[in-house]
């Protein structure tokens, strides 16, 4: 075990964990803040996406001892987030949530895809959001959603 400094959401945190253990689990299990899903474990899924320094990020295999001081954003910070609300109102208009397990992690993919790049094309946006899977494919609404996110932020 040992100590970690962390800032989560734009708060300092402790957290004392094993090395090797994910980011994934310190948010989950101790720091309790679960709106970051585990999908697959092996960073295929898109479920466990959260930021890193601005930039989308699997959480579910990164190790905390490899983040250093770099920030890290949840899912839980999005509404404080110009753009993360922008994209979650969005989301609500295009009715995309069926299940809603994968969400956190799309809408995390949506975020940094539209900081990075305010107005994607079709390409880009199928392109940043591929890694995201969603069982209930609601692919198409994604989409839209992530459209009329970009024209809202004008």
């Known amino acids: 075990m ?15 964990a094993d090395p090797t253990t994910p980011l994934l689990w ?28 601005g930039v989308a990020t ?32 969005a989301w609500v208009e295009k009715d995309v949530v069926q299940c809603g397990y994968c969400q956190s992690g799309q809408i995390m993919s949506a975020v940094a895809l539209l900081k990075e790049t305010p107005r994607p094309t079709e390409t880009q946006i199928e392109e940043s959001m591929g890694g995201n899977l969603c069982r209930c494919a609601t692919y198409v609404r994604i989409r839209e959603a992530v459209q009329l996110a970009s024209q809202r932020l004008k």
Do not use: W
């Open 58 to 89: 699997r959480s579910c295999m990164l190790p905390i001892s490899l983040l250093g001081d770099r920030p890290i954003t949840t899912i839980e910070a999005m509404a404080n987030d110009r753009v993360g609300r922008v994209v979650q109102d």
């Open 2 to 16: 040992a100590k970690f400094q962390l800032t989560v959401n734009g708060q300092r945190k402790e957290v004392n």
């Open 26 to 53: 310190v948010l989950r299990e101790d720091l309790k803040m679960t709106g970051t899903k585990y999908g697959c474990g092996v960073s295929a899924c898109g479920a466990c996406t959260v930021h890193v320094d």
